[in-house]
């Protein structure tokens, strides 16, 4: 069985373009550009993987993945554009948090 890979970015080129080549290396590829939009994904509790941007249109990242790590412990990736010291501190303190 493929492992299930959840995406979350509002940026639809990158999004689409993660999900082309994580298709292509036969993964099973959950998209969403909000974070509203993959919530019923996420309580389904059927991913192995989160791939999440921390810039998102409807709810921080961050605060996206504190729900996710109170009740998943699957892998989550941040994607971001950010590079303060701060911000890589607390992706890292929220993605680790259980």
Request: hydrophobic share 45%; glycine share 4%.
């Amino acid at each position: 069985m493929s492992e299930k890979i959840l995406i979350i970015d509002d940026e639809q080129d990158i999004a689409d373009l993660l999900e082309v080549y994580l298709k292509n290396e036969n993964y099973i590829v959950h998209k969403f550009y909000c974070a509203t939009d993959a919530m019923s994904c996420i309580e389904s509790g059927n991913i192995d993987l989160a791939i999440l941007d921390i810039m998102l249109p409807d709810m921080n990242g961050f605060s996206l993945c504190q729900l996710i790590r109170k009740k998943y412990t699957y892998p989550i990736i941040m994607l971001t554009a950010k590079i303060e010291e701060t911000d890589k501190i607390t992706g890292l303190t929220f993605a680790g948090v259980r």
